[in-house]
């Protein structure tokens, strides 16, 4: 079964850092999204991306992150310079079309520690 | 996304059925029912969506009361890997309508006892 890959499962840096989080999304969907969970508390909805531009974003992603598909398969969420609060988890997911916006798919995460 | 209320926390044993329930009072004509899961240590997932009539898939079923202020995913037979936090989120429309971010509450957080 298709799935949403991402990596890396846990990352480690100092603040003020740049990080790099990737997702594969599946191969054939055309929306890509961003949400993060803080440790104990609920996902929240960071961006959302279709062709190649940001549709939707909410007030958590300021100047400091952005998104990118710099190729056919790669989806990235860059955190500028990390803050402590920044530490969370950072989902992934993917959707097929516009038409099913609502049925998302989610990696498995990447665990974002901030030093 | 429209407001759902859901209990804390939920216990039920090994091989029982399940029944969850999501009140939504202010449920609008158009909003589907949506809920998701999210195991342990692992991404939220889709489980199952519908309108008015109830809807049964692999995973669960969805019993969707006939006013629509409420609704209530059924697992028919729940196993250890079904403990997981069960979100239910109301959608404008089934296929894309509204905002693109899902709104995830707390959700009900289910135990099940071997």
């Known amino acids: 079964e298709p799935e949403v890959t991402q990596t890396p499962s846990h990352q480690v840096t100092q603040m003020g850092q740049e990080v790099i989080?990737?997702?594969?999304?599946?191969?054939?969907?055309?929306?890509?999204?961003w949400y993060r969970q803080i440790l104990g508390q609920k996902v929240e909805f960071l961006v959302s991306f279709y062709n190649n531009e940001i549709s939707e974003k909410s007030e958590i992603f300021d100047d400091q992150f952005s998104v990118e598909r710099p190729d056919g398969s790669n989806f990235t969420l860059k955190i500028r310079s990390t803050k402590l609060e920044d530490s969370?988890?950072?989902f992934c997911a993917s959707s097929g079309t516009a038409l099913a916006k609502n049925i998302q798919y989610f990696g498995a995460g990447t665990r974002l520690s901030v030093l | 996304d429209a407001k759902t209320t859901q209990p804390n926390s939920m216990e039920s044993n090994e091989e029982e059925p399940v029944h969850l329930p999501c009140n939504h009072s202010t449920i609008s004509g158009t909003d589907y029912i949506h809920w998701y899961r999210q195991?342990?240590?692992q991404g939220p997932e889709y489980v199952i969506h519908g309108l008015t009539?109830?809807?049964?898939?692999?995973?669960?079923s969805l019993a969707i009361a006939e006013d629509r202020k409420s609704s209530t995913l059924i697992l028919h037979r729940a196993t250890l890997r079904d403990a997981a936090v069960y979100y239910c989120i109301l959608r404008d429309g089934e296929e894309g309508g509204g905002a693109d971010g899902l709104t995830f509450g707390k959700?009900?957080?289910?135990?099940?006892q071997p």
């Open chain 1, 88 to 90: 969370a988890m950072y």
């Open chain 2, 107 to 112: 959700g009900t957080h289910l135990i099940i």
């Open chain 2, 53 to 60: 009539s109830n809807v049964n898939n692999r995973m669960a």
């Open chain 2, 39 to 41: 195991l342990p240590s």
């Open chain 1, 21 to 33: 989080l990737r997702c594969v999304p599946i191969s054939n969907h055309l929306y890509f999204y």
